[in-house]
């Protein structure tokens, strides 16, 4: 078990966070010196890693709210305004009986997001409350996380599509209500919290 | 531990760790606790007042789709529908803006907006489209939460600026919400609203909406009038056919005069109410209302005109059946200068054309239609009178000469025929009637002022009616008549004797003498004797004369020097 404990801080390694060239460092703590190759700051650990991760994790935990309830896209028929939130948007789709669209929406932009909030906020629990479980599968969802991180966006692609495309003067023209600048806000928010995250801290306390 | 050489390496001094303060990162939590507390403040203060209103039918009524605009701006959004318990009617929860909730008072009254497509336009377009949608107009009272809907809109758009006046009328005709209100062609306003008075009575009443820059031109003595369709007037003087623009040829239309010229007359106010009158006629005649009732309505029409002495002085605007006197009530206006000659006693009666052998009469009437035409009372002023079918007998021409009339019987003699002295027509049989006992007709006669004074009590009076045939053995036959239309149609002559003639005839009667009339004729016209003066005193008003079948040849030879009256 040896190897699994065995780090590069104990081997006095520091490795440069930007081009990944090995460094040796004195003492245990963080260093404040610079990568001879790129000229990067020198860090043990990603700075601040943990309370970055909170930060972004809680902003977009309150941006969820206004997301989600607020209309994240205005149609305009025949003069007439048709604000819908995301959950309205869902139900018409299931209503309409176009379930796999339906689904979609509903996976990328509400099981993703809520996902990747619930996910960061266990790891960064099991690390600051020394939970030793399964933390494979940990990182495993940390992994996942920061893939499907990207997909978030397609609620937000698929409406600056249908503005674009929907712009049919006084017909029908769709527009981006306030919930779309919240939401792309969650998904971008949660994306620098995964990848603030220093997946090392998982493994440190492991004896 | 070996460090291996690096040629970057640089001093490995390592440096103490700084306390850190808060991380800045913690910045952006706070900026989204403030963009959330931000909204949860403005969805709070902007948090609509909720209210239900009632509807009888919401078709067309979406939740979460149908506003209540005001203003055209949307100020509340339909929440939801929830029908009644009884079924009778629809609850429709709405969400006020805030900004709402001080007009959301007791009075205030809301209404669905609805497409309606008709020949004068398209009027909510928007609807068809957006959909239907409530509007409201505020009112005053206490403030609630709970209101009625109207069934209709409401009569007033009270929300434009401008005359809000209301007309009444009989007959709609042509107008419909929507026609134009024309002033000396140009459209100033519409018609809003038609809709029946509110007591329930026949009358219709119409919303008039007149812009605000023309308020002025509507003065409190206004007076309006349609203008649908074509007038076509006809007469002897010649025919007109008149219509106003096309727009109020076909979607109707009303315009309005101003009988007070000048900024005399007071400018009309807001609800207000005026009188729609038919067409421009009889809005320029209007005036003192009168109703007549006949026995019948035989050539009464409500375009019937009232003349006096020939001249037009007002007009009817209903003849319809009257119950309660079993007869034909007939209304009509007077002018407003001639209102003077509505008097209790005053006698109306219809003149009719008259074709007759000797005589047409009223010939005018064909075509114009009969009229209606009175002899002014002189009691106090009246409004309600009783009509006569035929021309009145027995009353005075005003300032003429009435005198009755006797005779055992009436032979051709009927209201209106002339009376002749020396074949002029001097005056006319105004009625005929038995006497109280039955025994004789009583004639009452008419003569003109200016002839007056030729009635005298010596006066003799017989029915010119008829040819009178003399046939005497020495003479041969002689027939008498006076003129052609007396011949065929009938009449009195009369004839006054001059002092002498009664003197001569008492000779003529003493010696027993039957005349020649030839004879004498030709005896008169040798020696014409001028200066004879009239016997008897002037008759008086209601003198009784006999009247006689026939003329005695001796009085037809009196011609006693006699002044007229001055003709009036």
């Known amino acids: ?72 896209m205005t149609v305009t028929s025949f003069g007439h305004s048709y604000p819908s939130t995301i959950i309205e948007g869902i139900e018409h789709f299931i209503q309409e009986g176009t379930y796999f669209i339906g689904f979609l929406i509903f996976f990328a932009s ?95 306390n492991r004896s | ?97 805030k900004e709402a909730k001080d007009q959301l008072k007791k009075g205030t009254e809301f209404w669905k907006v609805e497409p309606e497509i008709s020949a004068r336009g398209i009027s909510g377009l928007e609807t068809l489209l957006k959909g239907n949608y409530i509007t409201m107009r505020p009112g005053e009272g206490e403030e609630t939460n709970h209101f009625e809907a109207l069934s209709d809109p409401p ?93 109020s040829l076909f979607l109707g239309g009303i315009s309005f005069l101003n009988p007070e010229q000048g900024s005399k007359a007071q400018n009309a106010k807001d609800d207000d109410t005026f009188r729609l009158f038919k067409d421009k006629d009889s809005a320029e005649q209007e005036g003192q209302k009168f109703t007549v009732y006949f026995q019948d309505g035989n050539g009464l029409s409500n375009r019937t005109q009232v003349k006096y002495r020939g001249v037009e002085v007002g007009k009817a605007f209903s003849v319809e059946l009257d119950e309660k006197t079993d007869g034909v009530r007939l209304q009509a206006t007077m002018q407003q200068k001639y209102r003077k000659l509505l008097r209790k006693d005053t006698q109306f009666w219809v003149v009719k054309p008259q074709l007759g052998l000797a005589e047409t009469r009223n010939l005018d009437t064909l075509l114009s239609g009969s009229y209606l035409t009175f002899r002014p009372g002189k009691g106090k002023p009246e409004k309600t009178f009783k009509g006569l079918n035929n021309p009145p007998g027995e009353v005075e021409i005003k300032g003429g000469l009435h005198v009755v009339l006797e005779s055992e019987r009436l032979g051709s003699l009927k209201s209106g025929d002339p009376v002749y002295y020396r074949q002029v027509k001097v005056g006319e049989v105004t009625g005929c009637r038995l006497s109280k006992d039955a ?61 002498s003639d009664l003197e001569k005839k ?3 009667k003493s010696k027993g003498v039957v005349f020649d009339g030839s004879k004498n004729s030709q005896k008169k016209k040798a020696k014409p004797k001028t200066g004879i003066q009239v016997s008897g005193s002037p008759a008086k008003n209601g003198t009784i004369f006999q009247l006689y079948s026939e003329a005695q040849e001796e009085w037809l030879k009196w011609r006693p020097r006699i002044a007229l009256g001055k003709s009036k």
């Open chain 1, 110 to 204: 509400i099981l993703v997001p809520i996902f990747k909030l619930i996910g960061i906020t266990l790891i960064l629990l099991s690390i600051q409350r020394n939970w030793q479980t399964s933390l494979r599968q940990k990182a495993v969802m940390l992994r996942i996380i920061r893939f499907i991180g990207r997909w978030s966006m397609l609620d937000i692609f698929v409406i600056a599509i249908m503005v674009a495309l929907v712009n049919l003067g006084s017909l029908t023209t769709i527009k981006a209500a306030p919930a779309a600048t919240f939401f792309a806000m969650v998904v971008v928010l949660t994306m620098l919290a995964a990848t603030s995250f220093d997946t090392r801290h998982l493994w440190e």
């Open chain 2, 1 to 97: 531990m070996t460090k291996p050489s690096d040629s970057g390496m640089v001093s490995i001094a390592p440096e103490l760790r700084r306390k850190k303060g808060i991380s800045p990162i913690w910045i952006l939590p706070l900026i989204a606790v403030i963009i959330a507390a931000w909204l949860v403040y403005k969805s709070v203060m902007n948090a609509g007042v909720d209210v239900t209103i009632t509807f009888r039918n919401a078709q067309g009524i979406e939740a979460g789709k149908t506003q209540v605009i005001f203003r055209g701006m949307p100020i509340g959004l339909v929440k939801d529908l929830q029908i009644r318990k009884d079924f009778e009617s629809v609850d429709v929860r709405v969400q006020f803006v």
């Open chain 2, 439 to 499: 025994t004789s007709t009583l004639i009452s006669v008419d003569i003109r002022t200016q002839y007056a004074p030729i009635v005298r009590t010596t006066s003799r009076f017989w029915k010119a009616s008829g040819l009178n045939v003399n046939f005497s053995f020495f003479s041969g036959a002689k027939i008498q008549t006076e003129s052609m239309a007396a011949l065929l149609e009938g009449g009195i002559a009369f004839a006054t004797p001059g002092a």
């Open chain 1, 1 to 72: 078990m040896i190897n699994r404990s065995f780090t590069a801080r104990d081997a006095g390694v520091v490795c440069c966070l930007e081009c990944h060239k090995l460094a040796f460092i004195q003492g245990d703590d963080e260093v404040q010196k610079r990568c001879s190759r790129c000229g990067a700051k020198l860090h043990l650990r990603k700075p601040n890693s943990i309370t970055r991760t909170w930060a972004f994790l809680l902003t977009s935990f309150i941006m969820l709210f206004p997301a989600y309830l607020l209309p994240i």
């Open chain 2, 506 to 508: 008492k000779e003529d």
């Open chain 2, 155 to 247: 009569p007033f758009r009270s929300d434009t600026p401008g005359l809000h006046i209301r007309a009444f009328t009989e007959d709609l005709g042509a107008l419909k919400a929507g026609s134009g209100i024309y002033y000396k062609g140009i459209k100033v306003g519409e018609i809003i609203q038609t809709h029946l008075d509110d007591k329930g009575k026949t009358d219709l009443v119409l919303d008039l909406f007149i812009q605000e820059k023309c308020r002025n031109l509507v003065k409190k003595t206004t007076k309006f009038f349609n203008i649908s369709g074509i007038v076509f007037e006809g007469g002897l003087s010649g025919f007109t056919l008149k219509a106003e623009s096309m727009e």
